[in-house]
Structure formats: structure tokens, C-alpha cells
């Protein structure tokens, strides 16, 4: 067991080391999102055949963050293969970036909202390259107490011009921005109603509050308590979006259709907002000796 204090405002008791967790965290993180990219790919019946570079490479990649935090300390090869794994993870979602940009030019050959809002998700694939930073960071340690001083198993020290714990914020700020885009471009769709609009202004706000902490000197107590409840209110407005997905996925008919939930409301896609939120409070959280 060990313990976190959260701005000394929360003492939360967690089952394993915070690092620990993290890499737990992370790998559900990189199974989830291969599962919901297999079932997104199947669309189009995996054509062409690079749709099943990041189907392949989810496995590896979540195994090997569980492997890494479940053991209390990561041996020099495993931890070489979970960074080797992480980079991978990286040059997977930039690739993914690139065709999904490409797929969505228009046939003249440059960007048009339209063909954007209802070609491929072109920010999806930063998700693995969000996550995996995330698993690489999470390796890591700082040492001496020295913000940015960071020892990574296997390979030796080095500093960074940041502390660990900004560059968690950074991550967890930028994802709010990326959900946020996406969800301004995928409820454009069928136009915006004052529920679509939650998320977009929400998500806003909470990248400017997450962005600020990461380049504030300091923070104040004010500063504090707006982190820690928006972080809250980012678990509650996924659970909430959510349900309504799933409402408009099961069409009245309280039936399951894989059909329509590839068609219409990606079922999984506000819970990123929950995600987001569970880790904001998670990386600003001091573990206690």
C-alpha cells in the first residue's frame, strides 16, 4: 500500500507505488484505445494494410507497462524493451497522423472543413503517442529532490529542462486541448445543441487550468482547489457524455449495434475527459513515506 497527498487537500490510500500505478494506468490506457481503433479500422475491413500497424502494436505496447508496474523494481531489460516499446508507441501515433491527415484532403489535394468533420479522425492516432510519453515519464524517476534530474533504468541520468511532474501536466493539458478539437470537429457532424456544447467549453477551460499550473512558478491555493475540482468535474462530465453516446448508439431500441455505434456516437470517446481527469489529480499527487 501506499499513501498520496493531493496539494495537502486529499490523502488518498492506493494500492501500489504512484509510479507503479502510472505504468498500471498507462497500459489500460494503450489496451483500451487499440481496442477502440480495431473496431474504428473495421470499417473499412483493415484496407489499406498499414490500418493494422497500431492493432499490432497495442498489445505489446499495454503489456509491457503492466509488466513494469506490477514489479517493484523494473530490471535493466525489461525496462530497455518498456522504452523501446514507448518510442514505438510514438513514431506509431505520428504515422498514424500523417495518413490520417492525408486521408482527409480533399480530392484537389488540400483541407476542407467538410471533408475534415466526416473523414478520418485526424488527431485519433496522438492518443498513442500521448499515452506512450505518458508510459516513459511514468519509468522514470527524479532524483536528489532536483526538479528535472531524471534517472531512466538502464540508461543513466539526465536533466531535463522541466521537472517530471510539469511534463506530466503538459501531457495531461494538451490532452484536454486534443479531446477538445476533436470533439468541436466530431459534433459539428450533425450540428451543435447545447450537450454538445458542455464538452467543448468545458474542455477549454480545463486545458487553460492544467496549462497554467504547468507554467506557473508557483501556485497558489486558489490555484489548488480550481485544479482539483476541474479534474472532478472532468470524471463526471465523461461518465455523463457517456450516457448520452450510448443513448444515441442504442436509438431507442435498447439493442447493441456495432453498426451504429462505428456510425454515429464513438461510445468510448468522452470517457477520455474521465481519463484525463484521473490522471491530472494522480500526477500532481506527492507520495508520503
Not at 498489445?59 to 531489460?77: E, H, M, N, R, T
Not at 501515433?93 to 490520417?100: K, M, R, S, W, Y
Not at 484532403?105 to 475534415?116: M, S
Not at 494538451?174 to 447545447?194: E, N, R, V
Amino acid at each position: 500500500m501506499s499513501s498520496i497527498n493531493i496539494f495537502h487537500l486529499a490523502n488518498i490510500k492506493l494500492p501500489m507505488a504512484k509510479n507503479r500505478l502510472l505504468l498500471v494506468f498507462v497500459g489500460i490506457n494503450l489496451m483500451f484505445t487499440g481496442i477502440d481503433v480495431a473496431l474504428a479500422h473495421s470499417i473499412n475491413d483493415y484496407v489499406p494494410v498499414y490500418e493494422w500497424i497500431p492493432i499490432i502494436y497495442f498489445p505489446f505496447g499495454a503489456l509491457s507497462c503492466i509488466i513494469v508496474g506490477l514489479q517493484s523494481q523494473p530490471k535493466k531489460w525489461t525496462a530497455l524493451i518498456h522504452i523501446a516499446l514507448m518510442l514505438v508507441g510514438i513514431i506509431v501515433g505520428l504515422l498514424g497522423t500523417a495518413f490520417h491527415g492525408y486521408a482527409v484532403l480533399n480530392p484537389e489535394g488540400y483541407l476542407t472543413w467538410a471533408w475534415v468533420v466526416f473523414g478520418s479522425p485526424i488527431l485519433a492516432p496522438m492518443a498513442f503517442a500521448g499515452i506512450s510519453l505518458l508510459g516513459l515519464y511514468a519509468v522514470t524517476e527524479e532524483i536528489n529532490n532536483e526538479p528535472g534530474m531524471l534517472k531512466v533504468p538502464g540508461l543513466g541520468t539526465f536533466k531535463a529542462p522541466i521537472s517530471r511532474d510539469r511534463h506530466f501536466l503538459w501531457l495531461v493539458g494538451l490532452g484536454f486541448a486534443a479531446s477538445t478539437i476533436t470533439s468541436i470537429i466530431d459534433h459539428a457532424q450533425y450540428g451543435y445543441t447545447f450537450y454538445k456544447m458542455i464538452p467543448i467549453i468545458f474542455g477549454l477551460f480545463a486545458s487553460s487550468v492544467v496549462i497554467y499550473l504547468a507554467v506557473s512558478k508557483e501556485w497558489t491555493k486558489g490555484d489548488e482547489n480550481v485544479f482539483i475540482w476541474t479534474m472532478i468535474s472532468a470524471v463526471v462530465i465523461g461518465v455523463l457524455g457517456f450516457g448520452f453516446h450510448l443513448e444515441s448508439d442504442l436509438a431507442g431500441t435498447g439493442v447493441f449495434s456495432l453498426e451504429r455505434i462505428l456510425a454515429f456516437a464513438p461510445v468510448l470517446a468522452p470517457l477520455l475527459f474521465s481519463d484525463l481527469g484521473m490522471l491530472g489529480l494522480l500526477v500532481v499527487a506527492e507520495e508520503k513515506n
